[in-house]
């Protein structure tokens, strides 16, 4: 079997295509224009890249973008500041601080200071108690991007067995909890979980997030299984040529091919979707503080 191939660049433009449409009516109809601020702190270089990423398709979709670049060295009574003033303003739907902040900044203690109705990341504490008990919440962007590509591809994933290896914050956990909420059997598998290659051949949906390059190998996956992969790793590839350096997965992409029925490639899976539901978001966002209908097929 070779797989399908799950193609988030792909998808992520057409769910780009519908917040474009969606903003456009509201525009239209109510005279709001969704706006999306995003804070970045020192000058990590892909950090950088992300937030340009994010500034440029928020314009492209009809949104306002407000891009507030701080110093490292930025104390954290003053990105408070900036955070107490954002929540204040009316103009601003989403709040974004790009992660990961400079050391001596306490991540939790700034993202929890966002207005959780803002919190277009879905990571503040209110949203994260929210999805976890089935209420309206933010809904972090990647796992929101992993949950659309499976329904998307499999329609309905009620009573399917699905494994989520890796169970960050940010990732792991909100991902479990979609699943959940979707009707799945769900395994959290991790670092320390037995017989862990037994674990994911039972799996349908396998969803690998442990920030491992091609810790997964092919033989782990279920025939026809859908794979849904979102590490992001750098590795040396000398076959490129002295010093460079190419992006794989947590999967053993050639390996696992051979047995999923479907499988989002690095890059141009999971990635793309990121930015695509952060913009999805921030039109929720929009709607839920105007009170108009939500968006259909763009929140969990
Ligand atoms: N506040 C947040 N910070 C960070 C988040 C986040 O969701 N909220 N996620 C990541 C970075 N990120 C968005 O911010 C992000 C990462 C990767 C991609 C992406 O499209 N990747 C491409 C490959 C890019 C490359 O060539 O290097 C892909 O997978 O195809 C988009 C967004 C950490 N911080």
Known sequence: MTAQIIDGKAFAATVR???????????EAQNITPGLAVVLVGDDPASEVYVRSKGK????????????????ETAEADLLALIEQLNADSDVHGI???LPLPKHLDESL????????????GFHISNVGRLATGQKAMVPCTPLGCLMMLRDHLGSLSGLNAVVIGRS???GKPMAQLLLGDSCTVTVAHSRTKDLADVVRRADIVVAAVGRAEFV????IKKGATVIDVGINRVAAPEKGEGKSRLVGDVNYAQAAQNA???TPVPGGVGPMTIACLLANTLTACCRAHGLAEPKGLTA
């Open 17 to 27: 295509a519908k917040v474009a449409d969606h903003v456009a009516r509201i525009k």
């Open 57 to 72: 398709l928020t314009v492209e979709v009809g949104m306002n973008s407000y891009e507030h670049r701080l110093p490292a």
């Open 96 to 98: 974004l601080v790009q």
């Open 110 to 121: 700034v993202i929890n200071a966002i207005a959780p109705e803002k919190d277009v990341d």
């Open 169 to 171: 914050n940010i990732v």
């Open 217 to 220: 190998p092919g033989d782990w």
């Open 261 to 263: 029925g479907a499988i």
